[in-house]
């Protein structure tokens, strides 16, 4: 006979919450992440809401006006910041500070840890997204209308990209340098899906559309826009984007600061 | 296998013939060529504090990773609470059950003290009350401050808090004063020494000699990888039978061998005179300077230190090969 000390299991998905609420304090407490992930997009779309206010429709934005296609780009930059960006150097600075061996010592199990830095990434992604859809409609940016196909691009992307930024950091060695290389992987990724310039090139649209970024682009484009639905290709190569950096995470991320 | 347990109060009772809370034999472990750890074995009993004495190098750390389920062990066999702490299935139930203050101090900064004690708190199936575990730890003037806002001895408070905090059967402690000051040592050895009474087995590292003479049941000295003694503070390195030294100034004009007894010199004029009987060499030594009409100044008595068989113990184990410090 075995008799076991009663101790009730949390309920794993009170626990993950309970996570949530944490990253979440964290991270609003922090300036440099509340500024730099968050307030940065809702910057820019103002920005660009003052410069192209009032500017027409043209072929150079696809038929669209300027504002209409900057409010979803900079809404998927906006998800890259939160997701991808925050976590590749919050996840490399917890573990070089020793922080990420710490949690590894209690009992909470790795995968409520990540789940709950997914659904951290996920809220923050999600206030971001209302805020530059609403600077866009003080600029005269019509609503979207098909709600449903966003908040699926927005989800499949924010997990995409957690989990490219996870994988990230398990590639990373010492945290001072996760700054840099994010932005290097990051910025010229950005620039030629087409995040800040539409890109007319069909050569580079088809290369950049097999990359993570512009698959997002494109499935809150559509919808946001283009009054389209689900863009299943687009969501297809997201998917296969996050198995990939989901398979690297798991097979080389570190919870301790020094290597074996 | 879990060792039978029976709850009063919640409180584990110890049953008779009941398995030590941490078994450790023959374990190894090497860093490519360097061998961290080679061939240790000790038992902790329920209850007791045991410490695992040695110099910065000696292994102390490693061999504690691998007991707190961080590191993989080459060899050996390693028990802890019923558990293999190498097995990844099992280990978030030892992880309920155990408590880890690691040597270095890791915390959030931007959650205040009580957040990040309620926030570990709500990984475990049974915390301590939150409260609780501030006063206990001494932080309740500082429990609404941001954590980067604490001094380092009030992070170290903190770590220590958070090792406490799921009410551990058994906690680790690695060299858990290190840079604390003298009355921050004191205060934390009375927090352990409380810990213990309320029935935790707490297994720690130190390079103190007076820490684990405070604070120890049970000691092992550890020294390149290898127990080189184990024992209680006052019995170990045969402590207890070892020679009284009897130590005074030479009075002027004489010699160490104008002595009743056989001396050695020692720095300043002073001698040192080793005895097996300290009464009957302290009566011929009086003796003998009343009747040269003299005195015997600074006349000290002692036993070894622990120190001084610490200090003998790891100098003669490392004399066998050189040993590098990192």
Redesign the interface.
Known sequence: ?????H????RDLA?VW?QVR?EQ??FW??PQSAFFTFVFPVVIISIFGALFHGAGHSSYFYGLSALQYYVPTIAAVSVLGACYSQLAIVLAT?RQ???L??I??????AWAYFLGLLGHCIVVSAIDVVLIVAVGRLFGVPLPTHWAAIMVALVLGAACFCALGVAVASLIRNAEAAPAVVQLVLFPLVFISGTYLPIHSAVLNQVTGVLPVRPLNQALLGPFAEHTGFAWHDLAVLLAWGVIGGLVAIRRFRW??RA? | ??A????VNGT?MARPGRPPAVTVAGLRKS?GAVAAVRGVSFTVAHGEIFALLGPNGAGKTTALEIL?G??ARDAGQADVLGFDPGDRATG??L??RIG?V?Q????????TVR?TIA??A?????PRPVGEVISLVGLTGQARQ?VRSLSGGQKRRL?LA?GLV?HPDLLFLDEPTTGFDPSARREAWQLISGLRAAGTTILLTTHYMDEAQALADRLAVISDGRIVAEGTPATIGGRDHAMARIRFTLPPGYEPGDLPLAAEPGEGGTVTVPAAEPTRALHQLTGWALGHGTVLAGLTVDQPSLEDIYLRLTDSSAGQEERSIR
Do not use: C, Q, W
Request: proline residues 9%.
């Open positions: 006979m075995t008799a076991v000390i101790r009730r299991p949390r626990l309970h944490y304090l964290s407490r922090n917890r500070d020793g922080i061996k710490r590894r010592a209690t009992p909470l199990p301790n600061p074996e | 296998m879990r039978k347990l029976s709850t584990v860093y707190e961080f590191r978030r139930a992880r309920e880890l690691l270095d101090i890791a915390v959030e900064p931007y959650l957040e926030r570990n709500g990984y475990y199936p049974a941001k770590d958070l799921g």
